[in-house]
């Protein structure tokens, strides 16, 4: 009887020994006949407590939409920007010069541009400078290279326009800041915000009826008679190409 039991308990020993052999080689067995599906079903198990809630899903998706949202709008930037200076391009024929505005300072980012075209290519003083959709400003003075221009943001700066709805004058003039003041040269005026301002259609020392800005709020109680904050079309601060009138 005990010779008989020995046998016995060395291959339950034995088994024992290969038991956990036998289950992980099932394990891979397993694994490999799902393609790791098991596997990855136990990590999700074991991980679903770390995974982000409703509100971090929401905050995720937000960010991502922002994001989309703001490559969208600096396309459009930049096909607006293009879309100008192919205007300028398919304007410049005869008298217009096209120039890149190459320096600008930060001091007198209101008052002035330096362009990379002068005297040589027939650039004067007192040249009208337009940028993409209206005037910006005159050249103040030439180099054999290159010229300053002296925008119409720019203190001190002061030209006459028109109002082209209600058929009335305006002086304007620059501040130094963004927006341009107009001057109207009348009390009684039917000038409202939204309105187009040109130069006049009869001046001789800028191009007639070119855009220059629009009104953008009325201080009717101005002394001596009422002024207006505009808007230049052409806004110099994001100006990299201009049209020269040259004489």
Request: proline share 7%.
């Amino acid at each position: 009887m005990g010779s008989s039991q020995r046998p016995q308990g060395s291959r339950l020993r034995s088994i024992q020994r290969l038991w956990p052999w036998l289950v992980l080689l099932l394990a891979l067995g397993l694994i490999r006949l799902s393609k790791g599906a098991g596997f990855a079903d136990g990590f999700a198990l074991l991980s679903r407590p770390f995974w982000p809630g409703a509100a971090q899903r929401e905050w995720i998706e937000t960010a991502k939409q922002q994001e989309q949202l703001s490559r969208l709008e600096l396309l459009e930037q930049d096909n607006a920007r293009l879309r100008g200076l192919l205007a300028l391009d398919q304007q410049s024929s005869g008298d217009w010069l096209q120039a890149a505005v190459i320096s600008r300072t930060a001091s007198g980012w209101w008052q002035q541009l330096l362009l990379g075209k002068g005297a040589i290519e027939g650039v004067g003083k007192d040249d009208a400078v337009i940028g993409p959709g209206g005037l910006v400003g005159r050249v103040q003075s030439v180099t054999p290279t290159t010229s300053s221009v002296r925008l119409l943001t720019a203190p001190g700066s002061r030209i006459g326009v028109w109002l082209p709805r209600t058929q009335q004058h305006g002086l304007l003039v620059g501040l130094g800041t963004a927006r341009p003041q107009l001057q109207f040269l009348d009390k009684d005026i039917q000038v409202r915000p939204g309105d187009l301002v040109s130069t006049s259609p009869a001046s001789t020392l800028l191009p007639p009826n070119l855009p220059v800005a629009v009104v953008q709020s009325l201080n009717a109680g101005s002394v001596p008679a009422p002024t207006a904050l505009v808007q230049l079309i052409a806004p110099p601060d994001a100006i990299d190409w201009v049209q020269v009138k040259v004489r």
